[in-house]
């Protein structure tokens, strides 16, 4: 998990507490599992909210350091705001596919794009981000609806 200079300059701080601990790319290898999930906010227009999905044998500290990654370095907020800009990108193509298809065929898009992009990136923001697309029922029916341009 290599980091960008604002990030680094973060971790050279000492941690006050343990919820302000991170990730190490050398101690904690997680790219094996998909630990990194969203949610999607209904709302107009919908929004993404990112959180760690917790594996079975991870402890609290491990959860605790997971949670404190995203939080630390801003990556919730970060994650959200990129997911925005995505589905902004995305919405005439949604729009379409549910045009002929309905919701089976929007659904069937964004599990092709989620199972693509975890093939490549089991953690990164927009596999966690199609994923949920994918499993929301709600938007994969009204919620593109409600996307706006940019």
């Known amino acids: 998990m290599p980091s960008c200079g604002d990030c680094n300059r ?3 701080d000492a941690p006050q507490d343990k919820s302000e601990n991170t990730l190490h790319p050398y ?3 997680l790219d094996d599992v998909r630990w990194l999930g969203a949610e999607v906010v209904q709302d ?3 929004s993404v909210k990112y959180l760690v999905l917790p594996q079975d044998g991870w402890d609290d500290a491990l959860k605790a350091r997971a949670n404190g990654h995203l939080d630390v370095f801003g990556l919730r907020t970060i994650y959200s705001v990129e997911a925005a800009q995505e589905m902004t990108e995305i919405r005439r193509l949604l729009r379409g596919l549910s045009k002929g298809g309905g919701k089976a065929a929007v659904r069937q898009h964004l599990l092709m794009e989620a199972n693509s992009r975890e093939a490549a990136r089991k953690n990164s923001w927009r596999t966690a981000l199609y994923f949920a697309l994918a499993e929301s029922d709600w938007f ?5 609806l409600r996307l706006e341009p940019t």
């Not at 994969?140 to 593109?144: A, D, P, Q, R, W």
């Open 140 to 144: 994969c029916s009204e919620g593109l």
């Open 27 to 29: 101690f904690h290898d």
């Open 10 to 12: 973060r971790k050279e």
């Open 44 to 46: 107009a227009p919908p």
